[in-house]
């Protein structure tokens, strides 16, 4: 199977936005719930949204709620992540994750493990 393709990433002054894409490699490629991870330089990988099939579901970290927003279109098999507001915090390469047979993501989502596919990461550098 192929990887998922992350776009979207840039240069940023403190306070503007992004929009991040993270698209699916085929069109019948599956995903169940797909989620956004992001890796601070001399940092751990840490969690940062989660989104269920349906989008009914959406799960975020602390220091991002209110701020950013994940969303998926599920004709494109397409997910996004709206970042509002951004801080020099923000400042990360952001990796998109996809479950794709409903391995208890919903339930963990920082749990890396239960991710089946993943993109190469996108640069996000917010400055001050």
């Known amino acids: 199977q192929g990887s998922l393709v992350e776009s979207g990433g840039g240069l940023v002054q403190a306070g503007g936005s992004l929009r991040l894409s993270c698209a699916a490699p085929?069109?019948?490629?599956?995903?169940?719930?797909a989620s956004w991870f992001r890796q601070a330089p001399g940092k751990e990988r840490e969690f940062v949204a989660l989104i269920n099939w349906n989008g009914i579901s959406v799960h975020y970290t602390d220091s991002v709620k209110g701020r950013f927003t994940i969303s998926r279109d599920n004709a494109k098999n397409t997910v996004y992540l709206q970042m509002n507001n951004l801080k020099p915090d923000d400042t990360a390469v952001y990796y998109c994750?996809?479950?794709?047979?409903?391995?208890?993501?919903?339930?963990?989502?920082?749990?890396?493990?239960?991710?089946?596919?993943w993109g190469q990461g996108t640069q996000v550098t917010v400055s001050s």
């Open positions: 085929e069109r019948n490629f599956t995903i169940y719930s």
């Open positions: 994750a996809a479950d794709r047979s409903n391995r208890g993501t919903i339930w963990w989502p920082q749990s890396e493990s239960r991710y089946d596919v």
